[in-house]
């Protein structure tokens, strides 16, 4: 499934992952994958799905049923505090202290991590300046934007130079500017840095802009994975969408289009006809000759590659925006 | 070594955000001040009853009591501010790190330590400007607050405690309902227990609030019995203990529903 190359050992490997929860809740039905270093790696889900879970398991602070875990080798449930070392942890809610400074925030982070002197406060005032923070510095982090505090809640994450950053859905709530930013900066970190991250999301843009790898998770179980391309590439074909001059489409259009070779399951919805096909741009006269062949009249042709929203479509038979809107 | 400094740094967190609120400290400054008050003026004539024996004054028997409910009233609170913490998911992110659990516990505690200090010191000055003598002066005031500290550590860790199993507000503040004023006035904080029915005199013998209210005043006396306050002061440190061990394994409770 995974589909690895076997070059280094994985920063992070599930084996088989298990979690219930009372009440016979099957949270985590078996999850398997593995994290090669230096990449990111994006569970893709509705809430519910199991990501986060898999994280709480991943960062010691949940213990699967079944299954084992290792993070950047280290075993997490023969070794969690040597796993708590190597990893960052910035989870779904924004966990600044309030009542601190973005500094002290930082300060409290660095020493119960060990980390103090000259070189706690170096570090503490380059990731200031990394995430644009040190004017507000001093400031109270309530006094924080969503944005500003999201910011302040990740250098955290980072401050003792971890291995393994973990992710939970970490620009949920936030507006534009703010998750444009972020993802400059989750992008520098691989790059740059080197780390590894595990990015839990259900905004299919951020996975496909971010991710190396991507795990569709539904009920408990990666359902698919791969890159994003490959995972676009799996589903056959490209979509074809037909917009008609006038009138309504009422079941000639269909007719019409599903005889062109190389084209199938047209679904017309009012003006509009959409359809699959093998190979987008070289359909686009045929359809067109053949639908001029009808005397059927057409304002616009348009193709597009599939994207995760229909790979997510495919695999767990509906749409994550649904998905995500019955869960909220 | 790192648990006890890791203690330190979130005594300094809590602190600090104690100290930023200041209304809450003007509120846990007069609060105190208003049971030294109220209670002093509403069970003054206790000391006509026949069988209140003591050498002192009202007032000189009073200070144990309130420093000692003090001392219950802030602890029992203590686990609300962990309430929060689990909220905001600052909890986990300390528990993802290698921050030792019982330093998360600790912290807490010994910032309640902070304030009750402070609030003994405005109780005592007071109470002083007011006329009671405490006859043994600054070594019995401090044994006192010693005593209060254990209690308020006790209640704390068992606030905590609950917080971590619960993860509700109104769940602590129901326990706080249910025990803090029984145990408040079952106990000779107020009333010798020579004067109050046999149950609740056997009650309070078993009630550490009890034991400290009892071991301050003794050591406040001139000549103190410090068998009599050693033996408390053991029961206190003894229950304090085991009430901190209760609360760091409540993490794992925690952990077992994450």
């Known amino acids: 499934m995974s589909g690895w190359k076997d070059s280094a050992s994985p920063a992070i490997a599930a084996r088989g992952i298990v979690k219930r929860y009372p009440g016979n809740v099957t949270a985590l039905d078996g999850i398997s994958f593995e994290v090669e270093p230096g990449t990111i790696y994006g569970l893709l889900g509705p809430n519910g799905a199991g990501k986060s879970t898999t994280v709480k398991v991943l960062t010691t602070l949940s213990r699967p049923d079944e299954g084992t875990a290792a993070v950047d080798g280290i075993d997490v449930l023969r070794d969690p505090q040597a796993v708590r070392r190597v990893i960052g942890s910035v989870g779904q809610r924004i966990a600044v202290d309030p009542d601190a400074t973005g500094r002290e925030n930082l300060l409290l982070e660095g020493r119960l991590r060990g980390m103090s002197g000259a070189a706690l406060h170096e570090r503490i005032e380059e990731l200031l300046a990394r995430f644009a923070l040190t004017d507000a510095a001093h400031r109270i982090a309530r006094t924080y934007s969503g944005g500003m505090q999201r910011k302040l809640d990740v250098a955290m994450g980072l401050i003792h130079r971890p291995r393994v950053l973990f992710l939970d859905e970490p620009t949920t709530g936030l507006d534009p500017e703010?998750?444009?930013?972020?993802?400059?900066?989750?992008?520098?970190?691989?790059?740059?840095?080197?780390?590894?991250?595990?990015?839990?999301?259900?905004?299919?843009?951020?996975?496909?802009?971010?991710?190396?790898?991507?795990?569709?998770?539904?009920?408990?179980?990666?359902?698919?994975?791969?890159?994003?391309?490959?995972?676009?590439?799996?589903?056959?074909?490209?979509?074809?969408?037909?917009?008609?001059?006038?009138?309504?489409?009422?079941?000639?259009?269909?007719?019409?289009?599903?005889?062109?070779?190389?084209?199938?399951?047209?679904?017309?919805?009012?003006?509009?006809?959409?359809?699959?096909?093998?190979?987008?741009?070289?359909?686009?006269?045929?359809?067109?000759?053949?639908?001029?062949?009808?005397?059927?009249?057409?304002?616009?042709?348009?193709?597009?590659?599939?994207?995760?929203?229909?790979?997510?479509?495919?695999?767990?038979?509906?749409?994550?925006?649904?998905?995500?809107?019955?869960?909220? | 070594m790192t648990a006890i400094a890791q203690s330190l740094y979130m005594t300094q967190r809590h602190t600090r955000a104690l100290l930023r609120q200041p209304w809450f400290v003007a509120i846990t400054l007069v609060q105190p001040m208003v049971w030294l008050f109220l209670f002093g003026n509403l069970f003054r004539s206790v000391t006509d009853i026949p069988g209140f024996t003591t050498s002192a004054s009202y007032l000189d028997y009073l200070v144990p009591g309130v420093v000692a409910m003090t001392a219950f009233f802030g602890g029992s609170w203590s686990?609300?501010?962990?309430?929060?913490?689990?909220?905001?998911?600052?909890?986990?992110?300390?528990?993802?790190?290698?921050?030792?659990?019982?330093?998360?516990?600790?912290?807490?505690?010994?910032?309640?330590?902070?304030?009750?200090?402070?609030?003994?010191?405005?109780?005592?000055?007071?109470?002083?400007?007011?006329?009671?003598?405490?006859?043994?002066?600054?070594?019995?005031?401090?044994?006192?607050?010693?005593?209060?500290?254990?209690?308020?550590?006790?209640?704390?860790?068992?606030?905590?405690?609950?917080?971590?199993?619960?993860?509700?507000?109104?769940?602590?503040?129901?326990?706080?309902?249910?025990?803090?004023?029984?145990?408040?006035?079952?106990?000779?904080?107020?009333?010798?227990?020579?004067?109050?029915?046999?149950?609740?005199?056997?009650?309070?013998?078993?009630?550490?609030?009890?034991?400290?209210?009892?071991?301050?005043?003794?050591?406040?006396?001139a000549a103190p019995d410090?068998?009599?306050?050693?033996?408390?002061?053991?029961?206190?440190?003894?229950?304090?203990?085991?009430?901190?061990?209760?609360?760091?394994?409540?993490?794992?409770?925690?952990?077992?529903?994450?």
């Not at chain 1, 999301?201 to 009920?219: F, G, K, P, S, W």
């Not at chain 2, 009599?228 to 002061?233: N, P």
């Open chain 2, 226 to 258: 410090w068998s009599y306050v050693a033996l408390r002061m053991i029961g206190l440190a003894g229950v304090a203990l085991l009430a901190g061990l209760v609360a760091t394994r409540a993490f794992r409770t925690y952990q077992r529903s994450a």
């Open chain 1, 178 to 328: 703010a998750r444009a930013q972020l993802w400059a900066e989750i992008t520098r970190l691989t790059h740059q840095d080197g780390l590894t991250i595990l990015l839990t999301t259900h905004y299919l843009e951020e996975a496909d802009r971010l991710a190396n790898q991507v795990a569709i998770v539904d009920h408990g179980r990666i359902v698919a994975s791969g890159t994003p391309e490959e995972l676009k590439a799996g589903l056959r074909g490209d979509a074809i969408t037909v917009e008609l001059a006038e009138g309504l489409a009422n079941g000639t259009v269909a007719a019409v289009m599903a005889r062109i070779p190389g084209i199938w399951a047209p679904v017309e919805d009012g003006r509009t006809v959409r359809a699959r096909v093998d190979h987008g741009a070289s359909a686009v006269p045929a359809v067109l000759s053949a639908l001029d062949g009808a005397g059927i009249g057409v304002a616009s042709v348009t193709v597009a590659r599939p994207s995760l929203d229909d790979v997510y479509l495919r695999h767990t038979g509906r749409a994550l925006s649904q998905a995500q809107e019955v869960s909220a």
């Open chain 2, 79 to 221: 686990g609300m501010g962990l309430i929060d913490d689990i909220e905001r998911g600052i909890l986990d992110r300390f528990l993802a790190s290698p921050t030792h659990r019982s330093s998360l516990i600790v912290g807490r505690l010994a910032q309640d330590a902070v304030s009750l200090v402070i609030q003994a010191a405005v109780i005592g000055g007071i109470a002083w400007l007011l006329g009671a003598k405490f006859e043994s002066g600054p070594i019995g005031y401090a044994v006192l607050v010693a005593g209060a500290m254990l209690l308020g550590a006790t209640i704390g860790a068992l606030s905590n405690a609950l917080a971590l199993v619960l993860r509700q507000r109104e769940s602590v503040i129901g326990a706080n309902q249910f025990l803090v004023l029984p145990l408040t006035f079952m106990s000779a904080a107020f009333m010798p227990l020579a004067l109050v029915p046999d149950w609740i005199a056997s009650f309070a013998t078993f009630n550490p609030l009890n034991w400290a209210v009892e071991a301050g005043r003794e050591a406040l006396m």
